[in-house]
């Protein structure tokens, strides 16, 4: 069983910047891919940015690419989603997710664990 605990959302200015973290609980944390999803109010889940357990792996939604950065500390437990150059349509409530896999995914019907979610909210 893994928990995951979302932090760092936040109101940020277009252009601003953010940082989140997912700390996870349990031994096996290395052995999990990473991801973030994201949902704003009235539109479906959509993939943010995953990374496979090494941490050597990762892809982007078109949406995100160049601008946010995923990565993972596996001594620490912990994964962050760094966002830059932040826009209006980024706002959304951003969700934690792992899989029981060394691989990475975009398809959220793959990821077992989901975060209860952090709230960014970008003003322009």
């Known amino acids: 069983q893994v928990q995951l605990v979302e932090s760092g959302g936040g109101l940020v200015q277009a252009g601003g910047s953010l940082r989140l973290s997912c700390a996870a609980s349990?031994?096996?944390?290395?052995?999990?891919?990473m991801g973030w999803f994201r949902q704003a109010p009235g539109k479906e889940r959509e993939f943010v940015a995953t990374?496979?357990?090494?941490?050597?792996?990762?892809k982007y939604a078109d949406s995100v690419k160049g601008r946010f950065t995923i990565s993972r500390d596996n001594a620490k437990n912990t994964v962050y989603l760094q966002m830059n150059t932040l826009k209006s349509e980024d706002t959304a409530v951003y969700y934690c997710?792992?899989?029981?896999?060394?691989?990475?995914?975009?398809?959220?019907?793959?990821?077992?664990?989901w975060g209860q979610g952090t709230q960014v909210t970008v003003s322009s």
């Open positions: 997710v792992a899989r029981s896999s060394a691989s990475y995914s975009t398809n959220p019907d793959e990821y077992h664990y």
């Open positions: 349990g031994r096996t944390f290395s052995s999990y891919a």
């Open positions: 990374i496979s357990w090494s941490g050597y792996t990762t």
